[in-house]
């Protein structure tokens, strides 16, 4: 994970995004790049480049866009510069750019070849919400990297406690390289493989065989085996995270899914943007 890409709209979630990517940074070696999206002048403000100046069109009321620019440019090296007070030697980047907040990440992705994307989620109840988390959910389904949605603040964040939610069919084994990939990263936590059912008993001991099974077959360490009993798999993967206090849920995707429930995308996209924990997803062949 060297490249990180932290969308920002300056909100205190965008910023526990960024506290945390900075984080894995530094573990990892990488470089963050800051991108900030000047959606007020996506429609007719084409007049205006990201450095500060009108490059055509009339002049009515172009004072405006020039000063929203330049502070948009002021708040971004305040950023950089407490990261170089955080975590000395992390290169962090910044983009300012006019378009619409969902094309203009998918953009910076392939121009930086982003590793990850390090997103805040609003939390519900808030005005902002709807929009901000349209724009999460649309990363979830179709950025080509894994996204690590963050919602809280994690001065230190180190996953001692992973949440793996799945049907440990074997579709599911073909998404256990990114799986691989996050133990590693963090060989100490503890793993816990999560299935979500109807909470019928015999069903629960079929299952929890099942899983144990998959965690042998697989060479699965340090892990546990749970089956819970929730109305919806969303909800049941949320109650879980929360009473166990994981420290991360991954949830890895696939949109064509035949199974069309734990491996769907619309899943993962309701867990990311409820779940207490940061949750990362990825898509799989």
């Known amino acids: 994970m060297k490249n990180l890409l932290v969308p920002t709209d300056f909100s205190p979630e965008a910023h526990y995004a960024y506290e945390v990517a900075l984080q894995l940074a530094k573990h990892t070696q990488g470089t963050v790049i800051l991108l900030h999206v000047l959606e007020a002048l ?13 490059v055509g069109g009339n002049s009515f009321n172009q004072t405006f866009p020039i000063r929203l620019i330049e502070a948009t440019k002021r708040r971004m090296q305040a950023l ?11 290169p962090v980047l910044d983009s ?10 998918l953009k910076a992705i392939k121009r930086h070849n982003i590793d990850m994307v390090v ?30 949605t963050v919602k809280h603040q ?4 180190e996953a001692r406690t992973i949440v793996f939610p799945s049907d440990f069919s074997e579709e599911a084994a073909r998404a256990l390289d990114g799986l691989r990939h996050v133990q590693e990263f963090f060989p100490n936590a503890e793993l816990h493989l999560l299935h979500v059912g109807t909470g019928d008993e015999k069903e629960a001991a079929r299952l929890q065989q099942q899983m144990q099974e998959f965690a042998r077959q697989h060479h699965l360490s340090n892990c546990k085996t ?13 109650e879980y995270a929360q009473n166990v206090h994981a420290d ?3 949830m890895p995707t696939h949109t064509h899914s035949l199974l069309g429930n734990l491996l769907h995308t619309s899943i993962a996209e309701a ?10 997803t990825y898509h799989y062949q």
Do not use: Y
């Open 42 to 54: 996506g429609d007719g403000g084409g007049g205006f480049s990201t450095v500060g100046g009108p």
């Open 119 to 148: 997103m805040g989620a609003r939390r519900h109840g808030d005005l902002s919400h709807v929009f901000w988390s349209s724009n999460t959910e649309r990363m979830i389904r179709l950025a080509p990297c894994p996204v690590l």
């Open 271 to 280: 867990v990311a943007t409820h779940a207490f924990p940061p949750v990362l």
């Open 248 to 250: 991360l849920v991954v």
């Open 226 to 238: 749970v089956e819970v009993g929730a109305t919806r798999t969303s909800k049941g993967i949320e």
């Open 154 to 157: 994690h001065a230190q964040f």
């Open 80 to 90: 950089r510069d407490e990261a170089r007070q955080r975590v000395p030697g992390v």
């Open 96 to 105: 300012i750019k006019i378009g619409t907040v969902g094309d203009s990440i």
